[in-house]
């Protein structure tokens, strides 16, 4: 199998885990979508990016984004999303910081308030059909508030 064709099944099967986290009721009152997704994408306490080429991760620098006083968001090439701890310290060797736009700021806002929104409105639909009109309420509410997803 080729490895684009690993990655999308990988992506597909993780997807499942997506709704998975929607049907449980153990999800936090302030759900931040960054962690959701990641959580989604991981095996449970495992969080980080998708490793698509291994070899790039460790050659490249890592670009982070400062959240707050004690979060950041980092990235490698070869590494599709956010590293996690773990991964930063396999793949980072150099740090680079990159200024959190206003626009980065204000986005974060924005999804986490939809993504706490649109978990309320499908906490009573029946398990297992909760996934689409999860993301058709996403995609809905961040366009309300000027986002486009």
């Not at 999804?111 to 999860?134: N, T, W, Y």
Request: glycine residues 6%; proline residues 5%.
């Amino acid at each position: 199998m080729a490895k684009a064709d690993q990655l999308l099944d990988s992506i597909i099967d993780r997807l499942g885990k997506i709704e998975e986290r929607l049907d449980n009721d153990d999800h936090p009152e302030e759900l931040s979508l960054a962690n959701w997704a990641n959580e989604a994408f991981h095996e449970p306490g495992e969080i980080g990016g998708i490793v698509v080429d291994e070899g790039r991760a460790r050659e490249s620098d890592c670009h982070c984004i400062p959240l707050g006083e004690h979060s950041k968001l980092c990235y490698s090439k070869g590494v599709v999303g956010a590293l996690s701890q773990d991964q930063e310290r396999l793949y980072c060797e150099v740090f680079t910081e990159l200024p959190a736009s206003p626009a980065l700021i204000e986005r974060q806002r924005i999804m986490k308030d939809v993504a706490v929104l649109c978990q309320s409105k499908v906490q009573d639909i029946p398990e297992g059909q909760r996934l689409e009109p999860f993301l058709q309420c996403m995609s809905k509410e961040a366009k309300k508030m000027g986002l486009e997803l």
